[in-house]
């Protein structure tokens, strides 16, 4: 009961503003509610900008998906080999994807097998090249 007898003050009160565009405190109050309904109904411009997620973490790409590997080129073959061990690093160490991790893994054995690289150590010429692989603690 009470809400309808509010409803139908409301309603007396935006009546006579309209009316006779009165200047008081009530009238300011009820002229800025019923500007800005008008101007939620017609304007979609103001609608908030749909952005993506702020945390989420750039996408790493593959650094040898444009580049032929092949067996001959032990240089960058010597990148994902451990300097120590001669080991070949795994995937979650080089970063490549499946395809190009299985190119390398094959590459770098074909060379091994061929004389081109060493298999227990790293040929100490590329000992100072630049880290391809994000390896924080060499074994």
Do not use: W
């Not at 009160?13 to 800005?36: E, P």
């Not at 590459?107 to 390896?135: E, W, Y």
């Amino acid at each position: 009961m009470f809400v309808v007898r509010g409803s139908r003050f409301v309603h007396h009160v935006l009546s006579q503003h309209t009316a006779k565009h009165s200047t008081t405190v009530t009238g300011q109050f009820v002229r800025r509610i019923s500007s800005t309904a008008h101007e939620i109904g017609k304007s979609e411009a103001d609608m908030p900008v749909k952005i993506g997620n702020p945390f989420k973490e750039p996408e790493k790409g593959c650094i040898l998906c444009n580049i032929k590997v092949e067996y001959k080129n032990v240089q960058l073959l010597s990148q994902f080999v451990s300097p120590h061990t001669g080991r070949i690093y795994g995937r979650h160490i080089t970063g490549l994807c499946g395809r190009k991790q299985r190119e390398i893994s094959k590459a770098i054995k074909k060379a091994q097998h061929m004389g081109f690289m060493s298999v227990t150590l790293k040929d100490p010429i590329f000992l100072r090249d630049p880290n391809i692989c994000n390896i924080r603690h060499p074994e």
